[in-house]
């Protein structure tokens, strides 16, 4: 009974939910007519294969439209969508339980101090959430496929197929390609890359954002706390990488060096949105200046909008910890943004996920190096990348030893799934105790 109780809990359904997905797409990636030599992909590949799509990251062993058939290709396209689907509804779902607020309408007072969803509630955001995947995931292939057809003459089938899984790749910020140099080939050409864009960043924004902008429209004032830090963070974050990409590879005879001025300004904004979590790659990753590397850690490492389909700590986790750190700085008591305080709790869970997000990735990372004679920064990129779900790469994967692939495998993993369940965890699982110890301070700094 206690079993069966502890599978009720969401808190560790969820996890078996995304592992039990993890190997159903192994199965169906190990099975001979899933890759074009038509023979059994290896065990660690199709493990591999599976989880970065599951989890929505684009990491890859192998290329992918050489080395997997249609038939895998369209399981790879399938779990990428499941995944991002529920990540989004999971999250959500979660959000809302735990009290953050987010919008749906007057009924979320009540549901707050209930801890729960009504079920009328939850089949809404699961509906509006499925309307959105499927209005903006049709209208970019659709644009997408009309653009390779009618300028790059690729046939019908061939058009609609390649725009329909960078489509839904891009929508679940998943960075899947099915072209063997991603979007490289398409350096120049804006209504390639601005449809790509545009779904990333609008589910990266995270779907109690969608709902917010769905309900106020462009009403800064009635807008939540949650919704205007995630905007501005974002925006701002979007200005950095983009400012920065520009600058520090102007001159880059492998990146944006042989560019015009317009193809510059493309790559360096289009190259400012991936690093939020979604994967695809218009430029050389390998051949960017160590600065620019550099850059690209701290924007992986935040990631995307909260119950979304973007990775990493987040945006309001990140910012709420720099308005506390601001907030010490200048001596004031309260922490907040926008005229809003923020809850000793919330800075507790946002201090909780990033230290514990920070320790996983050293750890990571200090086992790699140990193992394998790949240099330090392209081995952190790589674990960084796997643990916010990015999918970017400096083109280490395919070197890495097994062991170093399965230490990725689990970092996609938790990555995807650990932060939800952890802050869920912290928000309603926490229970004062009936007493206070006496309080003593330790010398900081």
Known sequence: MRRVLALRDPIRLIPLLFLGAIIVGTILLSLPFATTAGTRAPLLTAVFTSTSAVAVTGLIVVDTPTYWSGFGQGVILLLFQVGGFGIMTSATLFGLMAGRGF???????????RSRLEKHDAVTALKLILAITLVVEGVVAAILAARLFGTY?????????????HSVSAFNNAGFSSYSDSVMGFQNDPLILGPLMFAVILTALGFPVMQDLRTNGIAWRRWSLHTKITVAGTAALLAFGFCATLAMEWHNPETLGPMGWGAKILNAAFHSVMPRTAGFNSLNVGAFHDETIMTNFFLMFIGGGSAGTAGGIKVTTFFVLFAVVLTEVRGQRDAGLFQRRFGREIERQALSVTVLSAALIFASTTYIASISPIPLDDILFETISAYS?????????ADLPP???????MLMFVGRVGTITVATALAIGGRDRPYRYPQENPIVG
Request: zero cysteines; aromatic letters at 4%; hydrophobic letters at 50%.
């Open 403 to 409: 062991t170093a692939l399965l230490v990725l495998v």
């Open 153 to 165: 003459h690729e046939s019908l089938g061939l058009a609609v197929w390649h725009g329909l899984f």
């Open 389 to 397: 779900t990015v999918g970017l790469s400096t083109g280490i994967t």
């Open 103 to 113: 919008g749906l309408r007057d009924r979320m007072a009540t549901q707050v101090e």
